[in-house]
């Protein structure tokens, strides 16, 4: 089959220029893909429908249309046309055989095994393109879903056997290479008093507010004046929104106290009377002290408790050996 070079120049000024008026789109049948689904297979003079859903995320680029084109159709790639339209009507069903649409795009099927069509959704983006990828001009918002993609002919004489070849399409989400944290306390306190501060890599945030961050791992730190530090590393991916919930832990402090053999130990001067050598006791909040007699050795420590504490208290008596020589005491430096 002889194709006119002309036409075909004439085909591509015309597929760089986006129509701003309404087209009819006829085909056989129709078939519905989400982004982010399953890959769907279409031949040419089907259309696909694109649909989305859901609200586009703050996070989320564009998205990138790839179709993977089977290397009998690839023979009759300058025969064929891949074209997205915008702002379909009437509302999409499969098996209709028939729509209005805006094109958006426009372009020879090519002699490669996929192309790609990246659509962004704002004209502030970092979308880049390369020898197999297409990058839109013009950005799209969710309000002009669903899109419609189908391969037409642009040649006549095509044999038949060319309209029952497959063509793989799915259509995956663009991500900015960041996402948000949002940090909330489940079990906040009523006490007034309590001071919370919640930071994330050294940089205070507020509760319960969403704050973005670059993809990667951060570290979040939780203070509080009447509760233990909370200290969590997270990892956050490209367009995730996390919401971490945490609890600090509000329960009466704790102290594992270890008892030498024979010694006497006050705890806030009162005599703890037991015959383990270890005694764990729950005690309140605040400023104490811990007070060891062994013979003639007494030892007192003052220390701060807070809810959630766990103390461990143990008494080390330390032993000091010094070499003498014959002239006296050797020094530090051997002397």
Do not use: C
Request: aromatic share 6%.
């Amino acid at each position: 089959m002889r194709t006119s070079a002309a036409r075909l120049f004439i085909l591509l000024l015309l597929s760089s220029i986006t129509p701003v008026y309404s087209e009819n789109i006829r085909g056989r049948t129709t078939k519905t893909l989400q982004i982010d689904g399953s890959t769907v297979e279409f031949k040419p003079e089907e259309q696909v429908i694109i649909t989305y859903l859901d609200e586009i995320s703050a996070f989320q680029e564009g998205v990138e249309i790839q179709i993977e084109i089977s290397s009998s159709l690839r023979e009759f790639r300058n025969s064929f046309a891949l074209m997205i339209y915008k702002d379909v009507s009437p509302v999409s069903k499969e098996n209709r055989d028939e729509y209005n649409g805006t094109r958006i795009h426009m372009e020879l099927i090519p002699a490669r095994e996929k192309t790609f069509v990246r659509i962004p959704f704002s004209e502030a983006h970092a979308i880049t393109g390369d020898a197999l990828t297409s990058v839109l001009s013009i950005p799209i918002d969710v309000e002009q879903f669903p899109l419609l993609v189908t391969v037409l002919p642009i040649m006549k004489g095509i044999p038949d056997r060319a309209f029952s070849e497959k063509l793989i399409i799915n259509v995956a989400s663009i991500w900015k290479n960041e996402g948000s944290l949002t940090v909330n306390i489940t079990n906040l306190s009523e006490n007034t008093e309590e001071i919370i501060e919640v930071t994330v890599d050294k940089t205070v945030i507020e509760l319960n507010k969403a704050m973005k961050l670059p993809a990667g791992i951060h570290k979040v730190r939780v203070d509080s004046t009447h509760a233990p530090t909370i200290e969590q590393s997270i990892a956050v991916e490209a367009g995730e929104e996390i919401m971490l919930n945490l609890a600090l832990d509000y329960s009466p402090p704790e102290l594992t106290i270890h008892i030498p053999q024979g010694a006497i130990i006050r705890l806030d001067d009162k005599l703890i009377e037991t015959d383990d050598t270890v005694e764990v006791i729950k005690t309140v909040s605040g400023e104490h002290s811990v007070s060891y007699t062994l013979g003639e050795l007494e030892v007192i420590r003052h220390f701060t408790t807070q809810p959630g504490s766990r103390i461990n208290i143990s008494l080390f008596v330390d032993v000091e050996i010094i070499e003498r020589s014959n002239s006296g005491e050797i020094g530090e430096d051997g002397e």
